[in-house]
Each structure stands twice: as structure tokens, then as C-alpha cells.
T-cell receptor, first 112, second 112 residues
Framework: GENVEQHPSTLSVQEGDSAVIKCTYSDSASNYFPWYKQELGKGPQLIIDIRSNVGEKKDQRIAVTLNKTAKHFSLHITETQPEDSAVYFCAALSQAGTALIFGKGTTLSVSS | DVKVTQSSRYLVKRTGEKVFLECVQDMDHENMFWYRQDPGLGLRLIYFSYDVKMKEKGDIPEGYSVSREKKERFSLILESASTNQTSMYLC???????????FGSGTRLTVV
């Protein structure tokens, strides 16, 4: 089945810097790639997603890029702020197209 | 906004007990999912359901079962709780296939 690898597991940046989190997936048939943010004590929340017919998508300070040939996608956060500190998960649609398979998560810490 | 409510935030159970984790969503979503979240392992899919009385195994179904008697409610059952089932359990629902999951806040289960 689908396998999603996520790197790095932890990331520390200074406020105002950019942060990049990368994921690779195994199933070339996967066509939907969301990113979730989980704050302490809360469930994950969808922040941005991308479909396979698109190479890049932006939403204010957040962007996601997709390289289908290489089977990897990345989350880019610019001008980071302390409130961006959280655990971020990437995901891909499973081989059977039935449920999302998640990466292991990246703990992002933004220090002011 | 869609709301996914998990009945308990924290739960402590004894080894061998039968445990029920309840999840209710209020937006008429057809699709519901149960994941468990463990440090360093990310979110792993236990079971999911695309319709009432329908269930599908995820990646780690052993030791669990589910029940979906009504569209809005999806229950996770630990038939005989064991200490290795100590974890954070997250319920999610979605309307259009897997796009746009909404998660509950989670139930932190401790089995002693």
C-alpha cells in the first residue's frame, strides 16, 4: 500500500525565517496531497492541499509544491511566526483511493 | 463549521476491559475514520467507514472493531484492552471522499 515519508522530524527556526517540510510517497497513482497542522491539545486541521494536476498552490504565507515525477511534495512557510509552532503532517491518498495515509509528522518550533 | 465530537478527552481503563470510544459528527458526512497517534509514528489508520453499517480495515485493525449503526456516529471498540493500546485516538469525517477531513480533538486512552 501507500507509504509516506516525512522529513525532518523536528525543525527549529527563528521568527521571520522560512520553513520547508518535505514528503515522499510511494504510489504513483496517488492524486491528492493535504497538509495538516496540529496544535497542542487539538486535532489536526487541514491547512492546504494540492491535487496532482497542479504543481504549486499558495495561500498567503503557505505554499505547497508537487513533483509527480519524483513523487515528492513540500510545504513552504514564509515569514514564520511563533503561532506557526505546531506539528505538521503530510498525507497522500492510499493505493485503493479509500483513506489518507499520513507521514510521521514534523514538530516545528518558531522562536522569537 | 463541521464539528466532530469525541465523547471523552481522557480515559483510563484496565487491561482486559472492553472499551468504547465514541465519535459523532454533525454535518451529514458519509465518511468516518479512526486513527491512532503515537510519538514518532504519526497517524495510523485503524478502521474507516463510507456508509452506515459498512466498515473497512485500515493498516492496524488488530485488537479493534468498529460499529456504525447511524450515519453520524462511528464507534471504536477495544474488545479486550491491552497496555500497547495506550495511545491518542483521533476520529475524522469527510463529505467528498477523503478530501477535507475534519478531526475531533482526540481521546487519550491509558490502559493500566
Amino acid at each position: 500500500g501507500e507509504n509516506v515519508e516525512q522529513h525532518p522530524s523536528t525543525l527549529s527556526v527563528q521568527e521571520g525565517d522560512s520553513a520547508v517540510i518535505k514528503c515522499t510517497y510511494s504510489d504513483s497513482a496517488s492524486n491528492y496531497f493535504p497538509w495538516y497542522k496540529q496544535e497542542l491539545g487539538k486535532g489536526p486541521q487541514l491547512i492546504i492541499d494540492i491535487r496532482s494536476n497542479v504543481g504549486e498552490k499558495k495561500d498567503q504565507r503557505i505554499a505547497v509544491t508537487l513533483n509527480k515525477t519524483a513523487k515528492h511534495f513540500s510545504l513552504h512557510i514564509t515569514e514564520t511566526q511563533p503561532e506557526d509552532s505546531a506539528v505538521y503532517f503530510c498525507a497522500a491518498l492510499s493505493q485503493a483511493g479509500t483513506a489518507l495515509i499520513f507521514g510521521k509528522g514534523t514538530t516545528l518550533s518558531v522562536s522569537s | 463549521d463541521v464539528k466532530v465530537t469525541q465523547s471523552s478527552r481522557y480515559l483510563v481503563k484496565r487491561t482486559g476491559e472492553k472499551v468504547f470510544l465514541e465519535c459523532v459528527q454533525d454535518m451529514d458526512h458519509e465518511n468516518m475514520f479512526w486513527y491512532r497517534q503515537d510519538p514518532g509514528l504519526g497517524l495510523r489508520l485503524i478502521y474507516f467507514s463510507y456508509d452506515v453499517k459498512m466498515k473497512e480495515k485500515g493498516d492496524i485493525p488488530e485488537g479493534y472493531s468498529v460499529s456504525r449503526e447511524k450515519k453520524e456516529r462511528f464507534s471504536l471498540i477495544l474488545e479486550s484492552a491491552s497496555t500497547n493500546q495506550t495511545s491518542m485516538y483521533l476520529c475524522a469525517s469527510s463529505f467528498t471522499g477523503v478530501a477535507g477531513y475534519t478531526f475531533g480533538s482526540g481521546t487519550r486512552l491509558t490502559v493500566v
